[in-house]
């Protein structure tokens, strides 16, 4: 079929119809919005985009279905990126004789097709495919029309809610509600899609017809919230044209708008990165270095991903940061960029990941933040290597700016801490109490600027 190929690395297995998994949804009865539902297709406060999807005849991996579904988005960047694993279900290779080979071939499938993944500006462009493992077979599905005959029949709720929102545009408001009905043809679908924050913005709920072939129609639309016009946040790096005010208090709630403004940041970090590495390598920095800002990049995708969906978790609508292009910089700019952005704040911002990771209440932000805080350690180094690279190759003059820069920062970070976070940031999202905070930039500043001044006193 157009759109999906196969490539057997053992028994040659035909591709197949479908997609495994358990057959059914759960949910009773409600009413939500004014319309009737049967079923809710999320799992808790989540909806997983692959699980319960199913085969038209429900067989079982032993009988040659497919034994492992992964969505992967690729992001249109220039440099090497990897694969983001959107979602997955299931136990790759798992049934065949040659599963070491077939799972080295998976690792290595990648594809330049694919349909195009919706996004509201908060990452770079980017297309989805799909990618299946049944017994030692790989394949892969590239197109909406080769996934729907991919899934083939639509046989529960959990297939029409995996079609749906295969692009990203929609998404279940996993609440507890009922959100899916059964019809004579398909399946009804109670989604959202949009945010409220910027002027013109707006969130809409929609009812989509899923056909049992899986084609989606929207029926009904209705508004649910108007865009605040005043609801911006981020801070202005070089080039950032989007406001910077915060987003007002009625907007969202303080564990939401502390992710917005996170995911507001972390998808702006993508340029940065991207830009570092660009300019690094037209330095002709080591090697190492390059690639590293280049991983940095891709691990900034990851986080702005992640912490805008524990944003819209918690009722915030994260807004994308609009960087205009700048001009090319010199060595002195890159270099006062790279100490307050990567040697001050990134620094401060691992140590304050590593405190939520240990002190938030919430487990899931807990456990997004113990990855995050790996990841800003790397960056945080990334940072003081650019430095000692960089600097040496400045005049004395520009390296006692750098230094002025790299101090004042610090002396602005160290205003700002001296606010106290909240109640609820501390033990829900494990924000560090002022006292706590100035002790950890007290311990930057011993560990890393004061030796840092002494090398250009």
């Known amino acids: 079929m157009e759109g999906a190929s196969t490539s057997p690395t053992g028994s040659g297995s035909e591709a197949p119809n479908g997609m495994s998994g358990a057959q059914g949804t759960s949910g009773a009865s409600r009413s939500s919005g004014g319309f ?11 909806h997983r985009l692959l699980e319960g999807v199913t085969r038209s005849d429900g067989s079982a991996p032993a009988d040659g279905a497919v034994d492992y579904m992964e969505l992967r988005d ?14 997955s279900q299931g136990t790759p290779c798992a049934f065949g004789p040659r599963t070491t080979k077939c799972k080295q071939d998976l690792a290595a499938l990648r594809s330049a097709a694919g349909w195009r993944a919706f996004s509201y500006g908060m990452e770079p462009p980017r297309h989805r495919y799909l990618v299946w493992t049944a017994q030692d077979a790989i394949g892969i599905v590239t197109s909406i029309d080769a996934l729907r005959d ?39 679908l109670r989604v959202q899609s949009g945010h409220a924050c910027g002027e013109g913005a707006k969130i809409e709920e929609h009812m989509l017809d899923v056909t049992g072939t899986g084609e989606v129609t929207v029926t009904q639309t209705k508004l649910v919230q108007e865009g605040d016009p005043n609801c911006a946040i981020g801070r202005r790096p070089e080039g950032l044209a989007s406001t910077r005010a915060r987003a007002r208090e009625e907007c969202i709630d303080p564990v939401g708008r502390f992710f917005t403004d996170a995911a507001h940041l972390e998808a702006a970090s993508v340029v940065a990165f991207e830009r570092l590495a660009s300019e690094l390598s037209m330095l002709g920095a080591p090697h190492a270095l390059v690639e590293s800002a280049l991983a940095s990049r891709d691990d900034e995708i990851r986080h702005a991903r992640m912490t805008a969906k524990a944003a819209r978790r918690r009722g915030g609508h994260p807004v994308a940061p609009v960087i205009e292009p700048v001009a090319r910089r010199t060595m002195l700019e890159i270099a006062l960029e790279n100490a307050v952005e990567g040697c001050v704040r990134e620094t401060y911002g691992a140590l304050v990941a590593h405190h939520q990771a240990l002190a938030a209440s919430d487990s899931s932000i807990a456990a997004m933040m113990r990855g995050i805080a790996e990841d800003e350690t790397r960056h945080a180094g990334l940072a003081w290597d650019v430095a000692a690279w ?40 494990g924000i560090p109490p002022a006292n706590r905070a100035l002790a950890l930039l007290d311990a930057l500043e011993g560990r890393f600027m004061q030796p840092a001044l002494a090398a250009v006193a």
């Open 36 to 46: 009737d539902r049967d079923v809710d297709v999320c799992t808790g406060q989540e």
């Open 74 to 87: 690729e992001y249109e960047l220039d440099g090497s990126s990897s694969p983001v694993v959107v979602a």
């Open 150 to 188: 991919f899934v083939k029949v639509v046989e529960n709720g959990k297939d029409a809610a995996f079609l749906a929102t295969a692009t990203g545009e929609y998404r279940f408001v996993c609440d507890g509600s009922a959100n899916a009905k059964r019809t004579p043809t398909g399946w009804l």
């Open 390 to 429: 960089l600097e040496p190759q400045l005049s004395v003059e520009d390296r006692m700016t750098v230094a002025s820069a790299r101090a004042e920062a610090l002396a602005d970070l160290r205003s700002a801490l001296g606010r106290e976070p909240g109640r609820e940031l501390e033990d829900v999202a």
